[in-house]
C-alpha cells in the first residue's frame, strides 16, 4: 500500500477518534441532587457560603382583607409528608404553610418568595449550580383547582416559567388533589443554565419564585363562619403546604490546561494577591506611551 493512502486512512482514524471525544465529553453529564431548603433553618451551602432564607407572600388585588383578617398568611408549619418524616428520622422536619383567601372568582394569584434571613425583606434569587434541569418539591393540596408554577431566571437575566406536575401526569401545576403529592418541573435544555465564557459563576442561574394561581371557576375561600343572625364573623382560607424545594442539576465542566482559572473566586485571589504590581505595570506602560 502507498505511503499516501496509509497517511490518509491514519488521518481519517485520528479525525474520527478526536470528533468522538469531543462528541462525548460535550454530552458527559454529573447529576447532582441539591436541597435549596427544607425550611428548618438548615443553611444552603454553595462554593462555602451558606444561604440562608425567609419566606414571604404576596397576592393579586382581589385578595381578602378585613378589620380582622388579612391573606395572605405564611409560615412555618410543622408538618411534612410521612416519606420525608421517616427519613428525618428524629429530626423535626417542616414545610411552609400558605393561607389565602379571595373576594372574587378570577386568576388570582398568590407569589411565594425567598429573602435573605435577617435582611431587609427584598426578594432574595436562590442561586443555582450547574446545569439546574429539575425542580422537585413536596405540595400539599385541598382538591381545589388550583395550579403551581416555578420561577427561575437564566443566565440572560430572562425569567421562565416552569409548571409543576405530579406522578399521574395531571393538567400542569394542578393542584387538584387531597394530600401530599410529589411535583415536578423539567427545565428545557434549551433554557441557558451556565454561561459560556470563562471565567463563570457556578451559580449564574437562581429560583425566583413559586407563583400559585386560582382558576375562575372555583371558589376562592373554604368556607365562612356565620353569627346566630347569619353575619359573617370568619373566613375559612384555602390552604398549601410546601415541603424541601430541591433541584436535580447537572454539575459536569469540561477539564482542560488552565481550568482552575475559570473560578471567579480564585481570579479574584490571584489578582488582589498580584493585581497591584499588574496595576502599576499598566499605568507605567500607559505613561511611557504619553511621553513617546
Known sequence: MKKGSLFAIFSIIFLGSLSISTYADSNTVEMSSRILDSFDGTAYVVDGEEYHYTWQAVASRYTTKTSDQSFPQIGVINTA????????????VKSLGIQGSFDRRAYNWIDIYPTASGGDGQPAEIPLLGRTRVIDIWAWGSDLNYYLEAYVRDTRGMIHVIPLRTPEANPAGSLRYRGWKNLTGTIPA????????????????????FRLWTDPSERTYIDVERDSSGKVTKIVPFYLYIAQLKVLSDIYDTIYDGDRLANPK???????????????????????????
Open 266 to 292: 480564585l481570579a479574584d485571589q490571584l489578582w488582589s494577591s498580584s493585581g497591584s504590581g499588574g496595576g502599576n505595570t499598566a499605568a507605567a506602560n500607559n505613561q511611557a506611551g504619553n511621553n513617546q
Open 190 to 209: 434549551g433554557i441557558p443554565m451556565v454561561s459560556n465564557v470563562v471565567p463563570r459563576s457556578n451559580h449564574a442561574s437562581t429560583f425566583v419564585k
Open 81 to 92: 409528608p410521612t416519606v420525608l418524616e421517616r427519613l428525618a428520622g428524629d429530626k423535626d
